[in-house]
């Protein structure tokens, strides 16, 4: 692993119980430096109570640019110790790494990834932040979190995910959920990738109507590529309603999961009527909800080294006059699994 700092003694032993020598550590140093060595670059200092050793191997650390000292009860080896530690407080990065995050508007929609294959490891609030930890298990074993939003919405969703990207070191970050189809585009119960998404709001009302001017953020094109590629297996299928609550109501029709355009504002639409301008935004929309492209535009935006993100929702209304709660168990249920199948496949390529 990695690491910020390593105090090395000398003095080390070549195995269990054996002698300690001062050729062990510096070759210890050697394999910390060799170029495929994970802390090539690692701040390191030796440390040693015998002053004859430090003498004999301080040209060999300082050809590998590493500062050696003795331990000593005048103190000279905490300060020299006290000033690494300085230097490596000044340009640590204290994110944490984590290889992908979900976010979650709802603690059902959170709630639904006990149906899927993640193990959960803790439940912390890191800067304000609603995380459970989990491990991803298989052949290589994958750490990430999965965040609750304080609240619902298009704010909460573009902040949050902003604050976490600055919180945790991502390699993956997604979506998970519910919301609403159109219903020439989409079935209740059909699971939606979003591709591309933005805000139906953003735009100028005027005597002649609504005037939009929205930001679309697409799927960077090897997200999209590796997507396609999963949806369209038929063991994808199989597995989303495998193993999943009993009691939960399913859809009447098992429709395929598909990538298509998606649209995010702030206010919860049940009325069929309401529809209409934002319809007429991109004739293919298969759904919105009030958080996606919020988590989308963060993403897009981030300076940091994201590889790919992702928002996969399931329908449960068509936001009409019959919106009610009878898929929500079933869509949380069936979107962390499908998350979770997504997740394994792009970290593959990681």
């Keep these: 692993l990695p690491f910020d700092l390593i105090v090395l003694d000398l003095m080390l032993p070549y195995f269990t119980n054996g002698v300690a020598v001062s050729q062990a550590g510096l070759e210890l140093l050697r394999q910390l430096r060799s170029e495929d060595g994970k802390n090539r670059t690692t701040a390191v200092i030796g440390i040693s109570s015998f002053p004859e050793e430090v003498s004999a191997f301080r040209e060999k650390f ?91 919405g298009l704010v909460a969703s573009t902040f949050e995910t902003a604050w976490a990207l600055n919180v945790f070191r991502i390699k993956i970050l997604c979506m998970s959920g519910i919301c609403a189809g159109f219903t020439d585009e989409a079935n209740l119960g059909q699971l939606i990738v979003a591709s591309p998404a933005w805000e139906y709001q953003a735009g100028k009302w005027s005597k002649n109507g609504f005037e939009i001017a929205p930001t679309q953020v697409p799927l960077k094109a090897q997200t999209r590529t ?38 995010t504002g702030s206010a919860v639409i049940a009325d069929a009527k309401k529809l209409a301008h934002i319809e007429k ?13 919020g988590m989308y535009f963060a993403a897009h935006e981030a300076t940091s080294n994201l590889q790919h993100y992702f928002s996969i929702k399931c329908v449960v209304d068509l936001a009409d006059s019959a919106k009610a709660d009878d898929l929500h168990r079933y869509g949380c249920c069936v979107s962390a699994r499908a998350t979770e199948q997504l997740l394994r496949e792009l970290l593959k390529e990681l």
């Design 62 to 152: 300082d050809e590998l640019g590493v500062l050696i000292t003795t331990f000593d009860d005048g103190g000279s080896w905490n300060r020299s110790l006290l000033r690494v530690l300085e230097d490596v407080s000044s340009r640590t990065d204290a994110r944490i790494d984590l290889d992908f995050l979900i976010v979650c508007a709802l603690e059902e929609e959170r709630e639904g990834f006990k149906f899927a294959n993640l193990e959960k490891v803790s439940e912390v609030i890191i800067g304000g932040l609603n995380i459970h930890y989990v491990r991803m298990l298989g052949e290589r074993e994958h750490f990430g979190a999965i965040m609750r939003l304080g609240q619902m």
């Design 226 to 263: 590796t997507i396609d590629h999963v949806l369209a297996r038929e063991e994808f299928a199989n597995y989303l309603e495998a193993n999943i609550d009993p009691n939960c109501l399913r859809p009447a029709l098992r429709s395929k999961a598909v990538l298509a355009p998606f649209a």
């Design 281 to 293: 935004q991109h004739r293919k929309v298969a759904a919105l909800d009030m958080e996606t492209f």
